[in-house]
């Protein structure tokens, strides 16, 4: 079965019916067949703040499918440690030239951790650091 990272942009547009890239996360993983999908507790964490401006409603929906995502058994959620932080805050120093947020590169020192090299998401710092980014096309 293939592994696959899920970036906190792939959730987000999996959540939000109204989001420009919905469609193409859902049809990702039709398309991708059977996958198994890991994440990080970080990731969750900024999914929640993405959401959490939000309306009532919307925070709702944004627990709700935390709690599927963390009940799923196809779904891996990698806690946070103090290591991942410390490994995470190591790239982040290292690349000041870049924008890439604290939660990116826990995301990629994760992904190559787990030996990973596919990602949901469009988020093209993955990219920058020679990762594939699966969701290129809006019509996947």
């Known amino acids: ?9 792939y959730w987000i547009a ?8 919905h469609a ?3 049809n990702a993983g039709r398309s991708l067949g059977a996958v198994h999908i890991i994440t990080t507790d970080e990731v969750l964490v900024e999914f929640l703040a993405f959401f ?6 919307w925070r709702g929906i ?16 990698i806690p946070q440690t103090r290591d ?8 982040y120093e290292s690349r000041l030239d ?18 990973l090299q596919d990602v949901l ?3 093209h710092h993955f990219e920058q650091e020679g990762l594939s980014v699966l969701l290129k096309d809006k019509s996947l």
């Open 52 to 57: 959490a401006p939000r309306e009532a409603r």
């Open 98 to 115: 870049k924008q890439y947020s604290l939660t990116d590169c826990v995301s990629m020192q994760t992904m190559r951790q787990q030996g």
């Open 62 to 77: 944004a627990v709700e499918l935390v709690r599927k995502i963390m009940d799923n058994p196809n779904v891996t959620v």
């Open 1 to 9: 079965m293939r592994t696959v990272f899920a970036d906190t942009f």
């Open 121 to 123: 998401t469009h988020d």
């Open 24 to 26: 193409a996360a859902r």
């Open 14 to 21: 999996l959540a939000n019916p109204r989001d420009e890239w």
């Open 84 to 91: 991942s932080f410390k490994a995470g805050l190591r790239l």
